[in-house]
């Protein structure tokens, strides 16, 4: 009797096999994804290996991001765009790592091949624009940031690039252009408010500045810098009785206080108030005047140099509270703390404290320290997404 063969009974295995394996990868994905979720980054990549799609490779790059792993992450995300090279979520996180990486060549190759695409981003060229000013390219970099304002009238955070260049330059109607679109948008937003209330300082405007400060205040921006400058616009603006009241606010601060006493005395003297500008002048001398504690400093040296690091933090920050007029010990402070601490956001207070502090930093320092600043930031951003 001839052997009947039916095609069903070859599909059939197959496909059983087929919904096996689909449902096996769904499992996995399922698995790994609560895992990520969870934060339990090492055992989620061992569940996203199982099923090998672009959107599980993706979670691997992402995962290792997330654990501190950057050099693994960029070569999973690499492995990812080799397979599927028009993947523009993967590309851009690439570009965004390699930029916090600093990897500037990489990162500028990478955000000019996602702008080669049809698909057009204002944050692509805000990035494009962090990098470009990341290797001291401005002009190249303000131009990527309009092109992301022209895309975006409200992208805040290159409207702020734009702003905080113009008010750097001293170029007052140029940072309000920026400025008041980002101001229009949200109101409230305090770094734009401070850099408009900077942008009226810095041109000698003080009656224009005070109302700004004054909403930094009313926002709780209490802080010293904030403080110091009202106090002055009220001083020049001839409003005594708020100059006063002012400069007492920012006496509360420990490391402000023999400014905060000069202040006092320069508007007790404007009103010929002669004993009391004697008193705070002299209160003023008194302050700034402290022993300069070069022993604390050489043992936090010496201890820098054995590797214990928690040591000459110690050793350092003595140094700096008996004398607060040297920054440069608390400068030590703080990459001593970036050196210690694990945490982004306890490493960033530092440095935040030291620009809070002491907002006359020279040059080369506080670009130094703004620069952290913003890495700090920008690795707080990536660990909380």
Known sequence: MPLTVHVKDFYIPFLILFLFKAGAQTSALAVADSLYVLGNYTAAINQYAKVDSPNSNLQIAR????????????????????????????????????LKTKKFGPALETFHTLLSSKNQ???????????????????????????????????LRSLYALGKYYVGQEIKDSALVFIDKGLRFYENDVAMINLKALAFYNNGQFQLAIPHFEKLLELGEEKPFVFEKLAFCYFRNWQPQKALETYHRLSHFPDKIAAAYSGLGDVYFEEEQLDSAQFYIQKSIEARM????????????????????????????????????????YYQVCTLADEYYKDPKTRLSYYENLLDMYPDLVPYIKERVKKRVSELKEEIHFAGN
């Open 290 to 329: 402290a022993l300069f504690p070069q022993e604390y400093a050489s043992l936090g040296r010496i201890a820098r140099l054995k590797g214990n690091t928690k040591k000459a933090m110690d050793y350092y920050v003595k140094a700096w509270e008996e004398n607060k007029d040297n920054y440069l010990n």
């Open 63 to 98: 995962a290792y991001n997330a654990i501190g792993n950057y050099e693994k992450a960029i070569v999973q995300y690499t492995a990812t765009l080799d397979k599927k090279p028009d993947f523009a979520i993967a590309r851009f996180e690439l570009g965004k790592l390699l």
């Open 121 to 155: 981003n204002p944050e692509y060229f805000y990035y494009l624009g962090r990098t470009y000013e990341s290797v001291n390219k401005t002009d190249k970099a303000n131009k990527a940031f309009k092109t992301s304002v022209e895309m975006d009238s409200t992208h």
